[in-house]
Nanobody, 123 residues
Framework: QVQPVESGGGLVQAGGSLRLSCAASGRTFSSYVMGWFRQAPGKEREFVAA???????FYADSVKGRFTISGDNAKNTVYLQMNSLKPEDTAVYYC?????????????????WGQGTQVTVSS
């Protein structure tokens, strides 16, 4: 009943920044998690960051200190600010929604997925 839509991907040089947005349309839930995942060619889908309805956050070790997740409950929107980008950050980034009590870090725990947005970091 929720459809996430990502935006903000693009091409950026190493060391640059991008901000991804995810707007989730549809009904709201009293308890939910919105998360970001990424998948590069030939690799598994990887957890990046997540935020709960009450603003608890969690990050993968690979992005701690560089990425920041935040949300706007009034707009049902979550953001991923990505700084100090590296070529290894290149991937398709997906926004997902989980109807869950706790932080979820695996794809199987998420119920609704966006179409993905390409992020390419050149060296």
């Amino acid at each position: 009943q929720v459809q996430p839509v990502e935006s903000g991907g693009g091409l950026v040089q190493a060391g640059g920044s991008l901000r991804l947005s995810c707007a989730a349309s549809g009904r709201t839930f009293s308890s939910y998690v919105m998360g970001w995942f990424r998948q590069a060619p030939g690799k598994e889908r990887e957890f990046v960051a997540a935020i709960t309805w009450n603003d608890r956050t969690f990050y993968a070790d690979s992005v701690k200190g560089r990425f920041t997740i935040s949300g706007d409950n009034a707009k049902n929107t979550v953001y991923l600010q990505m700084n100090s980008l590296k070529p290894e950050d290149t991937a398709v980034y997906y926004c997902a929604v989980s109807v869950a009590r706790n932080i979820a870090t695996t794809p199987y725990e998420y119920d609704f997925w966006g179409q993905g947005t390409q992020v390419t970091v050149s060296s």
